[in-house]
């Protein structure tokens, strides 16, 4: 069915669909601290050909997160890093992976993912943002990670999260891992369960979701067609539009920039007039700032003579009162999204 805003604007479509597959992403183990401390050891777990870990550090003092894999402290692993934009800095032979390197007494909130075959090297992607001190005043830091583990005898089947800074891991600081085989059998729950779909059935100003289930974790992918003109889609969360938004920001792997005090944040996915797919993970506690990671494919021109674009944005939203159970996606140019646009949103506890 279509449905209507105030004003007429339409806000999208829905429609039942029946459940999917039970093929994707499944929660392998999770380590939540019920008291503070400087490790979060997952124990053995069933290895999967794939593993994705969302880490949540809460700190107490100054703290830092580092990665080890099957009880590994050998000097196997190796990592690129990136902080802000700026130039990229190289770690070998370490007896660790580096997350949240600098430290600091920052929240912070990392989704990481590994290819997990037996008989190749562990290579991994990381993504990082961290609050940079509370309120929209200051905007969230961003590290972006390429990672190994050297090891071609085995499949990761245990993470252990350390931390050696001076301070430690608080109450509620968390680690849970996914996996997901190539050929997963369709047993066992997904751990990404549709909470929305909203589908535009001709153009408009917004993308709006319906009030969802307040869910921990949140995967929103929004992909949208411009109708004339640009579109620069900015995010806000449950149709607050206060001043409580703080930003940072790099388009095509440029200068960061940040933008602090916003009443929504710019995703940097319409400077282009063209297609864009867009995915965000959020961590979404109602006593928390909420921080999430967004990465842009933006088109461009079409044709394979014309390379795709691409935006990275950290962001935070500083309610810490309420989760987010509403999303909107506001046009703040001069086209519009036009029919066939979509948001989904997917969640988990």
């Known amino acids: 069915m279509v449905e209507y805003l105030s004003g007429g604007r339409i806000q999208g479509s829905t429609a039942l669909v029946s459940s999917p597959p039970q093929t994707a992403w ?22 999967k050909d794939n593993i994705m870990i969302l880490e949540h550090k809460i700190p107490t003092g100054n703290a830092r997160s580092k990665y080890r894999f099957n009880g590994d402290d050998d000097d196997n692993y190796a990592t690129r890093r990136n902080q802000n934009g ?10 660790f992976l580096y997350q949240y390197h600098s430290g600091g007494t920052a929240e912070g909130f990392s989704v990481s993912q590994y290819s997990n075959i037996s008989a190749q090297e562990k290579l991994g992607i990381a993504h990082v943002v961290e609050n940079n001190d509370s309120g929209a005043n200051n905007a969230p ?53 549709e909470l929305d779909s909203v589908e535009l059935t001709s153009s408009s100003s917004e993308i709006t979701s319906n009030t969802f289930t307040a869910k921990k974790y949140l995967m929103l992918e929004l992909y949208h067609i411009n109708t004339g003109g640009y579109v620069n ?52 506690k109602s006593d928390k700032e909420k921080l999430f990671i967004s990465n842009s494919n933006m088109q461009n021109t079409a044709g394979a003579g014309n390379a795709p674009s691409r935006a990275e944005v950290v962001g935070k939203w500083t309610n810490t009162s309420a989760q987010i159970t509403s999303v909107k996606f506001i046009k703040t140019a001069s086209g519009s999204f036009n029919t066939g646009s979509y948001l989904k949103v997917y969640g988990a506890d």
């Open 86 to 95: 700026g130039s990229d800095g190289t770690f070998d032979e370490e007896s």
């Open 141 to 193: 830091t961003r590290d972006e990670y390429a990672q190994k583990w050297a090891n071609t005898s085995a499949q990761i089947n245990r993470v252990e999260v350390f931390n050696d800074g001076t301070g430690s891991y608080n109450t509620g600081s968390e680690i849970v891992v996914l996996g997901c085989d190539n050929d997963e059998s369709d047993s066992g729950t997904n751990f990404w369960q």
């Open 233 to 284: 889609p900015k995010i806000r969360f449950n149709n607050d539009g206060d001043s409580n938004y703080a930003s940072r920001y790099s388009d095509n792997g440029g200068t960061d920039a940040q933008s602090t005090g916003q009443s929504e944040v710019d995703l940097r996915a319409g400077e282009v007039q063209s297609p864009a797919t867009t995915t965000i993970y959020v961590i979404n």
């Open 26 to 47: 499944k929660e392998l183990d999770r380590v939540t601290l019920g008291s503070s401390g400087d490790s979060m050891d997952t124990g053995t777990f069933t290895a």
